[in-house]
């Protein structure tokens, strides 16, 4: 399967901590994205990190990317109990126009 | 980026009828897509709506099951037909605006409960 694989599944950590998640994949990628989801709604982009790229950074998020590793990582510094939520990593291979998933990691930020 | 509207948010159904569920993008997208989503999982991904021409469905799922309309470059609709229990789920709409080196938009999802 190509789908992507997340670990942990759940994760439970103090506000102020950092919170990493990792994705690992199977093919080779075009691009890896992370995206957040509330509560079961919609889902919401955080970074795109191309496979020519290693690290990216946005706000209190760093993504970093090991293509020959086939693995990605989502840190998230100083968390809050807003970043409660699950995290999805999901890929773009080959020629295949659509993203292929992972298995996500829920994330709980304790007050 | 495109604002993307669904609705219903949620519904109750009755086995054996249909619902259909709409998704309006805010600007034109080259691409729309049905995912479904139990709670706690992952996406699984039902079709990739094609503006002007019947869907293409992932292995699994089926047109006489989950028809799939895309009239236009902005909005689709997907129906769920004949429901049975196994149907509950969030179905979720998707967009994207350019090819492969661009972010999806998602809308806010359909929790759909069929009793």
């Known amino acids: 399967s190509q789908q992507g694989e997340e670990d942990p599944q759940a994760l439970s950590i103090q506000e102020g901590e950092n919170a990493t998640m990792n994705c690992s994949y199977k093919t080779s990628i075009n691009n890896l994205q992370w995206y957040r989801q509330n509560s079961g709604r919609g889902l919401v982009h955080l970074i795109l990190?191309?496979?020519n790229e290693r690290e990216k950074h946005s706000g209190r998020l760093r993504v970093t990317l090991d293509t020959s590793k086939k693995s990605s990582s989502l840190l998230i510094t100083a968390s809050r109990a807003a970043d409660t939520a699950s995290y999805f990593c999901?890929?773009?291979?080959?020629?295949?126009?659509?993203?292929?998933w992972g298995l996500g990691t829920s994330l709980a930020v304790n007050p | 980026s495109a604002v993307i509207s669904q609705k219903p948010s949620r519904d109750i159904c009755q086995r054996g009828t249909s619902l259909t569920i709409q998704c309006q993008v805010d600007?034109?997208?080259?691409?729309m897509f049905w995912y479904r989503q139990q709670p706690g999982q992952s996406l699984t991904l039902i079709a990739t709506?094609?503006?002007?021409?019947?869907?293409?469905?992932e292995s699994g799922f089926v047109i006489d099951k989950f028809p799939i309309s895309r009239p236009n470059l902005t909005f689709s609709t997907l129906t769920v037909s004949n429901m049975s229990p196994e149907d509950s789920s969030i179905y979720l709409c998707?967009?994207?605006?350019?090819?492969?080196?661009?972010?999806?938009?998602f809308g806010q999802g359909t929790r759909l409960t069929v009793v």
């Open positions: 999901a890929i773009y291979a080959g020629n295949n126009r659509k993203l292929i």
């Open positions: 709506a094609n503006q002007g021409s019947e869907a293409t469905y």
């Open positions: 998707s967009a994207v605006t350019g090819n492969r080196d661009t972010e999806a938009f």
């Open positions: 990190i191309r496979s």
């Open positions: 600007s034109q997208v080259t691409m």
